[in-house]
């Protein structure tokens, strides 16, 4: 694990208050219309790649989901939402610190179904960390499973939490997902942080194509 990396977002989630992150959102609602264009039921395995305190999974409990794995390469972001969703919820979700970069158990976990990243992806703007990204994602998600990558869009910010950006829009992130991989679905999402700045997205949904 990148120490460096890690101390950088413990720092960032001990310093400021959940809500006044410059990511956070009250309802991950650009997330879950994409996660109800899937064909799943709420068993399946739900991975989310850098989840931080992320309100998405307080909402994929509510609604059901019974197979959802919070990872993140910052244990101090995992245990305010821990904190957040009280003990009873959160024995509900399996809990993986690890870096995406480098990873040890997310490797281990076995076929997922469903993969989600909302602004994980464009911090990585190291050709070996992508293609480290891109191997995991391969060796975890199966055959006809989804994927879910929300980053910076092209016209979007350079930096975020004093970090570079690699932004994307549509084209670059089929171009990264590469041919076994189809596109179902993308928009654009304006996202306005809590000092009332626009942040623009790009939302996109991949299914993985089942070998013939
Ligand atoms: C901008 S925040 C987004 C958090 C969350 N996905 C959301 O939408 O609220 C980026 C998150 O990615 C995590 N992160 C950054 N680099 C990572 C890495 N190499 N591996 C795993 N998580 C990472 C950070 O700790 C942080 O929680």
């Known amino acids: 694990m990148t120490t460096s990396m890690k101390q950088h977002w413990d720092n960032v989630y001990s310093s400021k208050k959940i809500n006044q992150l410059?990511?956070?959102?009250?309802?991950?609602?650009?997330?879950?219309?994409?996660l109800s264009k899937c064909a799943i039921n709420k068993g399946v395995t739900l991975l989310d790649i850098g989840t931080g305190a992320s309100t998405l999974i307080d909402s994929l409990i509510e609604a059901g989901f019974t197979n959802i794995i919070a990872s993140d390469i910052s244990e101090t972001a995992l245990s305010k939402l821990r904190e957040r969703l009280g003990k009873e919820k959160a024995a509900l979700v399996k809990w993986i610190v690890d870096d995406i970069t480098n990873p040890v158990h997310i490797q281990s976990l076995g076929e997922v179904d469903v993969w989600h990243d909302r602004a994980v992806l464009h911090f990585l703007v190291e050709e070996d960390e992508r293609n480290a990204y891109l191997a995991t994602l391969k060796k975890v998600v199966k055959q006809g499973g989804y994927v879910l990558i929300a980053t910076f869009s092209l016209n979007g910010a350079k930096k975020c939490s004093g970090l570079d950006i690699r932004n994307y829009d549509e084209k670059l992130l089929v171009e990264f997902m590469g041919e076994e991989f189809e596109l179902i679905e993308h928009f654009d999402h304006m996202y306005y942080m809590p000092s009332g700045e626009a942040r623009p997205y790009i939302y996109t949904l991949f299914q993985r194509k089942q070998k013939i």
Do not use: F, H, R
């Not at 410059?22 to 994409?34: D, H, R, T, V």
């Open 22 to 34: 410059g990511w956070y959102e009250e309802i991950s609602a650009p997330s879950l219309e994409l």
